[in-house]
């Protein structure tokens, strides 16, 4: 069954530090990795996708890096703002000429940045 | 910027009624998701559609729900007889294609309340 594990569950960070955010999974066959942010109430955001033969890819403060052969991903966020608190989802897109689309979440990791 | 947009915020129904949610996707998406969470949860997939067909669903989609483009610019899911567990933040989302690098924009969410 086709799974994505995240760590950790919650993490709290003072503003203007870095953090990471853990990513494996169990999806096959591989066809992209993607980082979302879902502020509270709100739709998952897109931050980065990454297919397999990308190692690192990176939007603003946030990169993200893909390691295909050990199925992880994490997500480093530099220099942390309070509008950073928000849940971090870990998302994976199965391949395969049947799938139109059909992403399968982690559970998210809930980062909160005190000032 | 475009948005996918979702109506109503939030829905609150007795059990065994009939809720349809609305979804305006981009304009020149063609391809078209929902997806669910319950409070507390992962987001899970529920059904991808494209040419007034639907073209994958998950286990959780039964023969309770269904999905309908009406007029050409509102997506709907409507859920014949709602249950408890039905309860959940229902989101909308919407891609330019089907292929597998494609980004999935997702609306803001209803969420549904079963008493």
């Known amino acids: 069954k086709n799974q994505v594990e995240q760590s950790p569950q919650s993490l709290i960070i003072l503003e203007r530090k870095n953090c990471t955010l853990q990513?494996?999974?169990?999806?096959?066959?591989?066809?992209?990795l993607r980082w979302y942010k879902q502020d509270t109430g709100r739709g998952p955001v897109s931050l980065t996708i990454?297919?397999?033969?990308?190692n690192t890819k990176s939007n603003g403060r946030y990169t993200a890096t893909l390691d295909a052969d050990t199925k992880q991903s994490s997500l480093h966020i530099t220099a942390s703002q309070l509008s950073d608190s928000a849940s971090y989802i870990c998302?994976?897109?199965?391949?395969?000429?049947?799938?139109?689309?059909?992403?399968?979440f982690g559970q998210g990791t809930i980062l909160t940045v005190h000032p | 910027e475009p948005e996918v947009t979702q109506t109503p915020s939030h829905q609150v129904t007795q059990m065994g009624q009939e809720v349809i949610l609305r979804c305006v996707p981009i304009?020149?998406?063609?391809?078209f998701y929902w997806y669910r969470q319950i409070l507390g949860q992962k987001v899970e997939f529920l059904v991808s559609?494209?040419?007034?067909?639907?073209?994958?669903k998950s286990e959780i989609f039964d023969d309770q729900f269904s999905v309908e483009r009406p007029d050409g610019s509102n997506f709907t899911l409507k859920i014949r007889s709602t249950k408890l567990e039905d309860s959940a933040m229902y989101f909308c989302?919407?891609?330019?294609?089907?292929?597998?690098?494609?980004?999935?924009?997702f609306g803001p969410g209803t969420r549904l309340t079963v008493l």
């Open positions: 989302a919407s891609s330019e294609s089907g292929r597998t690098y494609n980004e999935q924009f």
């Open positions: 990513c494996n999974y169990t999806v096959s066959p591989f066809s992209n």
């Open positions: 990454m297919t397999f033969s990308e």
């Open positions: 998302v994976v897109k199965a391949g395969g000429g049947t799938s139109y689309g059909k992403l399968t």
């Open positions: 304009s020149n998406h063609l391809y």
């Open positions: 559609f494209y040419n007034n067909e639907i073209s994958e």
